[in-house]
């Protein structure tokens, strides 16, 4: 293992890399030279920039059937009226199916109308596109693209995609029952979603994960994490997601577990408007009187705080003096400086006012959703001009009572319970989102499109945990907690698409995208407490962090431009298929900031034990009082004292790549290139305690690295409807901006501080992938893959103390991975054609991933609990994930139905420095889905999701009685309404 990952084996890697290419370009030259491709090239340059064009002749229009997908017929003015935007299914659930076009950013060329007014078929290499008539404006017949991207469509872009690919479209979402894209491609194989939001695939978490929009990148708004948050985009939004599980010179560096792309909806071909409407109750939340909740901002339910939250202008500026209890005698050289610096104190003091610590009682109502989309086509200055926009609104409560949290400390040769407490936590999330596209083809073989997009997302919780410690029995502790998490997301993109016939066909595809993306978290409460002997107290060193009553004010944007421009170049290669030279650029430049102000309060008021009362109009501020000599005493009752943290980071991602799309002969096509791209990163922070690593605390970052990123494949086309899949790639991962950032904040999911480390590295990946995939009919699909992944330098998370109550992140020495997948999707009738309308489908992954201890942490381990592994597996990665889908469809009565269950194996939340490491264990999750299309117009749906309801319980070692932590979420009964206007 720690052969393969040397720098030795990297050059051989390396070697190996150009040997391929040098025999791949090699080989095209010398054929390309000998087959005087050379000269007729030539030939078509000059007469593009001389202006001329080669008679049509009548061999040109009748191309062999391989050279295009798409049939090139001169388009007629009555064609050109004819050809509106299109999409490839519908834009809501109800829309009517759309026979014609193409979604955001896919082929929009204008297609001839047939004088016989038949459908025409085009046939491409082994992938075939039948093109059906249909009815245009005049009553003449005009030419579809492909169908749309339902289950079977899907399957057949998977069996001809150059990368090993996987797809959930819109209508396997709706079957499902999902909400955003975490939950639709939750169900792919080696697919975990963590937190609701971030997914891990093939063992490797977020940072080894792409993720984009319509093929644009897309900043994270989350500074714990490094990729984007898929909660954010709703499924009633959604054409299609495409995850890469195989890197190609086109993508991203970064893509070494997967690329991600969420493909939008566009335009209909005919006008439509659809609303729908839903809502969900909840066992163990809806109209429970003991939901925890607080008092917010009258702008709560659209997830924008209305400034009540907002940290007072004079305050967010200031510098906070320290108390003064004495002004001095009058005269002495700092008497009016001292008195001035009191003053000040005690207006900033009552500046912040006073506020609710701890949280309150209140019935929640139902979950509810609203969304609505329409869509038109129309012509503008007689060129095709489709538009779409959509509005979804999604609101949603949580709660749980039941829970436990708990800390074990090692003690001697032994680990024993340091504190243990009851939990309950209740929260509300609000995320509504907005999307407009526009589309149009000016000119034959030209397109351009321009989509908008925006999310807004927030999170309001409020938590109280009581409990006590082993070594503390006389003494109760108490925790409230008050959250307030916004995040928007905004993207303007704007695309066009670029066909040359005059140049051998070529392809030009751009794109240039604008992002800004931010988090929130303004006025975040923490009221921590003991009871003693009948008298509460805060403040206390034995207390949790923080030991004084705090408020945190959080701000974070970032600011994101993605340029990227592909151009790709057919050629005839003797075979039934085309070849392609493919080339790139791409650019994205991003400046991030982020600040955080920890106001807390100290002081000598009494406090009755109710956080709510801590703060007084009464006891803000000092209390004068006359002194000796003509001095001026001050009474603190409550005064403020802050912490201020900051980091402000610029990065500069560029590439370059070249690859080639190769088919030797009908069966084998090489697919091979590099990328070569440049990374410039700079962090500087300023955090209001020493940093745990460097031990200052103003620290800075750089990254400056040059990665070559090779990547070869081949695909072995064993029959027409089975692949033999080989890939070999070289891919990195990067330190996030919060990783290097070295300041120290609270993680209100994982419960924890965390410091930064601004000495990490790059990561360096190696992998190795082989599928197998069959495709018994267009709907059915039986596949095998097997990965393997060597790590250089991959980023860990880790506890800092012994004590375990700080992490941050190191560099461990190498990893790898090692997995297999087995993916099933069949129809029943093979058992009895009265089963034709059930399908059975579902995947299967065993992952394996180890990363080797360090010599402290496998001392530590031994010392505490004898013997132990030498490794362990990798942050997030569970052993083994299961999905299996039990489907129902029968078009002609428009029922559907799903039963869906989904089991992940443990996985490491936390590695310890000396116990056990904490993991969390499997919460089989059962779903079923229903639907029932009532009329024409209408459909309804109801889901009842969780049926089994588990514990989600997290435990120090993969089989342990140690609880570190658990709750459970509840069964929910949901009804969704949908209705074509």
């Known amino acids: 293992m720690a052969k393969r990952l040397n720098r030795e084996g990297e050059r051989t890697s390396f070697l190996i890399a150009v040997a391929i290419h040098i025999i791949i370009i090699g080989g095209l030259t010398f054929w390309a030279w000998k087959t005087g491709k050379f000269e007729s090239a030539r030939r078509s340059i000059l007469q593009y920039l001389k202006g001329e064009k080669e008679p049509r002749q009548q061999a040109v229009e009748n191309t062999k059937s391989h050279r295009s997908a798409t049939p090139r017929i001169p388009q007629t003015p009555q064609a050109q009226q004819n050809l509106l935007g299109r999409t490839r299914r519908p834009v809501a659930d109800d829309a009517p199916p759309p026979v014609d076009g193409g979604s955001f950013f896919q082929d929009l060329r204008p297609q001839a109308e047939n004088a016989s007014g038949a459908g025409m078929t085009s046939e491409r290499g082994r992938g075939r596109t039948h093109l059906q008539g249909r009815q245009g404006y005049g009553g003449r017949s005009v030419l579809a693209p492909p169908s749309p991207p339902t289950t079977r469509q899907l399957l057949i872009e998977r069996r001809q995609a150059t990368a090993a690919i996987e797809s959930v479209g819109a209508e396997q979402i709706s079957q499902v029952g999902g909400a955003d894209v975490a939950s639709a491609i939750a169900r792919l194989p080696s697919t975990t979603i963590i937190d609701g939001k971030f997914p891990v695939v093939r063992g490797l978490g977020d940072r080894y994960i792409v993720t984009t929009l319509n093929g644009a990148g897309i900043p994270s708004a989350d500074p714990y994490r490094p990729s984007a948050s898929l909660d954010l985009f709703p499924a009633q939004m959604v054409e299609k997601v495409v995850v890469s599980k195989t890197f190609t010179p086109d993508q991203p560096g970064a893509s070494s577990g997967a690329n991600i792309d969420i493909v939008t909806k566009s335009f209909p071909e005919e006008q439509f408007a659809t609303v729908g409407f839903g809502v969900s109750y909840n066992n163990q939340v809806t109209g ?17 705080d209305d400034g009540s939250r907002s940290i007072p202008q004079i305050v967010a500026n200031a510098t906070i003096p320290p108390p003064i209890y004495s002004s001095g005698r009058p005269g002495s050289p700092t008497y009016e400086s001292r008195i001035a610096q009191a003053n000040l104190l005690n207006e900033l003091t009552r500046a912040m006012g006073v506020t609710q610590f701890a949280p309150s009682e209140k019935a929640p109502p139902p979950d509810h959703s609203f969304s609505l989309a329409a869509g038109d086509s129309l012509f503008l200055f007689s060129q095709p001009l489709g538009m779409f926009g959509g509005l979804t609104y999604r609101r949603e409560f949580s709660y749980y009572e039941d829970g436990l949290s708990a800390r074990y400390t090692p003690a001697g040769s032994e680990v024993i319970k340091s504190q243990e407490f009851s939990d309950r936590f209740g929260s509300e999330t609000v995320n509504w989102s907005a999307i407009a596209t526009l589309t149009t083809s000016f000119a034959e073989n030209h397109q351009i499109g321009l989509c908008f997009f925006h999310n807004q997302n927030a999170f309001k919780g409020a938590r109280y945990q009581v409990g006590s410690r082993e070594s503390e029995p006389n003494r109760t502790f108490f925790t409230h907690r008050l959250l307030w998490v916004e995040r928007s997301l905004r993207t303007i993109q704007l695309k066009g698409k670029n066909e040359f016939p005059t140049l051998g066909s070529a392809n030009l595809e751009w794109l240039i995208s604008s992002t800004v993306t931010t988090q929130g978290e303004p006025d975040t409460r923490f009221f921590n407490m003991v009871l003693e002997e009948g008298v509460y107290a805060t403040g206390r060193n034995y207390l949790p962090d923080p030991q004084d009553p705090t408020r945190y004010f959080r701000n974070l944007k970032e600011n994101n431009l993605n340029p990227k421009v592909d151009l790709s170049l057919p050629f005839e290669t003797g075979t039934a298929e085309d070849g392609k030279l493919k080339v790139g650029w791409y650019l994205s430049v991003s400046d991030r900031f982020f600040e955080e102000r920890q106001i807390y309060y100290r002081g000598d008021a009494p406090f009755s034990g109710d956080p709510n009362s801590y703060l007084t109009e009464s006891n803000l501020g000092y209390n004068p009082q006359p002194g000796p000599g003509g001095s001026t005493l001050f009474e603190w009752h409550r005064y403020i004292s802050s912490f201020n943290s900051t980091y402000k980071a610029d990065s500069r991602i560029s590439a370059y790549y070249g690859m080639v799309e190769f088919p030797f002969w009908d069966r084998l096509k090489l697919v091979g290139g590099a990328r070569v791209e440049s990374t410039e990163l700079r962090v500087d922070s300023l955090s209001y305690i020493e940093n745990s ?18 990547a070869a494949g081949l695909i072995w086309h064993l029959s027409s409807n089975a692949n033999l899949r080989l890939n070999w790639s070289h891919t990195i991962a990067r330190p996030t901006v919060r990783e290097l950032a070295a300041f120290r904040s609270y993680d209100p999911v994982l419960d924890i501080e965390v410091d930064g480390n601004p000495r990490l590295e790059i990561s360096e990946i190696e992998n190795y992938d082989l599928r197998l995939e069959w495709f018994p009919t267009h ?3 039986i596949s095998l893959s097997v990965f393997r992944k060597f790590i250089h330098r991959p980023i860990e998370r880790r506890f800092i103390s012994m004590v375990g109550d700080l992490i941050s992140y190191e560099n461990r020495d190498h990893a790898e991975v090692f997995g297999v997948e087995l993916e099933l999707r069949k129809s029943l009738s093979f058992i009895d054609p009265l089963l034709a309308d059930w399908s059975l489908g579902g995947n299967f992954s ?18 505490i609990l004898g013997s132990v592994p030498s490794s362990r597996p990798l942050f997030d990665q569970p052993p083994y994930i299961l999905n299996v889908d039990l489907a129902y469809d029968n078009p002609v009565w428009g029922t559907s139905a799903s039963l869906v269950f989904n089991m992940v194996g443990p996985r490491i939340v936390i590695a310890s420095l000396a116990t056990e490491d ?9 779903d079923l889905i229903l ?3 009532m009329s024409r117009r209408t459909s309804i749906r109801l889901a009842v999701r969780n049926l089994l309801n588990p514990t989600i319980e997290r435990t120090y070692g993969k089989n342990s009685k140690f609880v570190y932590s658990s709750f459970s979420r509840g069964v929910s009964l949901a009804l969704h309404l949908t209705v074509q206007l």
């Open 931 to 933: 639907s029932q299309k």
């Open 779 to 781: 709907n059915e699909l």
């Open 288 to 304: 429970n009187e003991r939901f925890l909740t607080y008092r917010g901002g009258k702008l709560d339910w659209l997830a924008m």
């Open 846 to 863: 065993w992952i394996h991933s180890r990363t080797p201890l360090t010599a402290t942490e496998l001392a530590n381990k031994k010392a």
């Open 693 to 710: 690593i460097t031990g200052a605390r103003t620290n800075s970052a750089t990254l400056n690295e040059i990665n070559i990123l090779p």
């Open 918 to 926: 904490v993991y969390e264990q499997p919460a089989p999750r059962l």
